[in-house]
C-alpha cells in the first residue's frame, strides 16, 4: 500500500531538521548579510565619510542604542522563567548602566554619548533624538513591536545578530583613529567594550535557540527571524545613506 504523499512529506520534513552543528552554521552563514557589507558602512571604515556624515551616523544610530533596553525589557516580560530572566537583566543594565553608573558601570547609552561628543556633537542634541531621520525611527520601532508581541524564544533568536557584531567594532577600532584623527580616541571605548559583551550575549541566545527551534520548519523560522533582524539595521543604514548622501 502506497502512503498518501502529504503523510510522506510531512515525515521527510519533520525526518530533515538539521543537527545543532548545521543550524548553527546556517545561522552564521547570515553574516554575509550583515550591515558590515552595506555600501555607507564600507565608507565610513575606509575613511570615506565627512564629518557630518560621521555625526550623522552617530546620532542615528543613538536611536537604537535607546531602543536597545526597550527592547531587552519586553523580551524579559514574556520569559516565564527566572533563571532565563536573571541572564537577560544582564543586557539592559549592559545599556542603561548599574550600581554607581558611573566609569564602566555607566552603561552603553553613556559610552555612546561620549562617541557623539567626541565627534563634536552636545549631549543635548543627541538625547533630544530630534536628527533621527524617519526610516531609521521606523526600523527601531519596528524590532521593538516586534519583541514585545513575539514569542521570547523568537526575540531572543533575533539578537543573534551579536554573533557578526566583534568584527564591526575591532574594524572601527582599527581604522577610525587613522582616518578620523578629529575624533577623541576616548570616545570610541563603546566598540571596545562591546566586543566581550557581544560573545557573552551570543552564547546565551544561541543555546537558546538551537534548543527550541528543532524542527526543519522551526528552524527556517529562526533563520527568518534572524534575516528581518538582519533588514532592520541594513534598512537603518539606508535611511542614513540617503540623509547623508555621498
Known amino acids: 500500500m502506497a502512503w ?19 543550524f548553527e ?5 547570515k553574516g554575509a548579510a550583515y550591515h558590515i557589507h552595506h555600501k555607507f558602512n564600507v565608507r ?7 564629518p557630518e556624515q560621521v555625526r550623522g551616523w552617530v546620532v542615528n544610530r543613538f536611536y537604537y ?17 527566572r533563571a532565563h530572566r536573571r541572564l537577560w537583566i544582564q543586557r539592559m543594565l549592559d545599556h542603561d548602566g548599574q550600581d554607581d553608573f558611573e566609569g564602566e558601570h555607566a552603561g552603553g547609552m553613556e559610552a555612546w554619548t561620549r562617541l557623539g561628543e567626541a565627534v563634536g556633537l552636545k549631549r543635548d542634541e543627541l ?8 526610516g531609521v525611527r521606523f526600523a527601531c520601532d519596528a524590532y521593538v513591536n516586534f519583541a514585545r508581541h513575539a514569542p521570547w524564544q523568537e526575540a531572543v533568536c533575533s539578537s543573534l545578530t551579536e554573533m557578526f557584531a566583534p568584527q ?7 581604522t577610525w583613529p587613522i582616518h578620523y584623527p578629529w575624533i577623541e580616541a576616548s570616545g570610541l571605548s563603546y566598540f571596545r567594550s562591546r566586543i566581550p559583551l557581544a560573545s557573552r550575549d551570543v552564547e546565551h541566545g544561541l543555546r537558546v535557540t538551537l534548543e527550541h527551534f528543532t524542527t526543519r520548519s522551526q528552524q527556517q523560522r529562526a533563520l527568518d527571524i534572524l534575516q528581518f533582524k538582519l533588514d532592520i539595521l541594513w534598512s537603518m543604514l539606508d535611511a542614513i545613506d540617503a540623509a547623508y548622501p555621498a
Open 127 to 134: 538625547w533630544s533624538l530630534k536628527a533621527v531621520v524617519p
Open 4 to 22: 498518501p504523499s502529504i503523510w510522506v512529506l510531512t515525515m521527510a520534513d519533520h525526518t530533515l531538521a538539521w543537527d545543532a552543528v548545521e
Open 168 to 174: 564591526i567594532h575591532k574594524d572601527r577600532l582599527a
Open 44 to 50: 565610513l571604515n575606509s575613511g570615506q565619510c565627512s
Open 65 to 81: 542604542q535607546w531602543c536597545i533596553p526597550l527592547k531587552d525589557a519586553a523580551v524579559m516580560s514574556n520569559m516565564p522563567d
Open 25 to 29: 552554521n546556517r545561522l552564521r552563514e
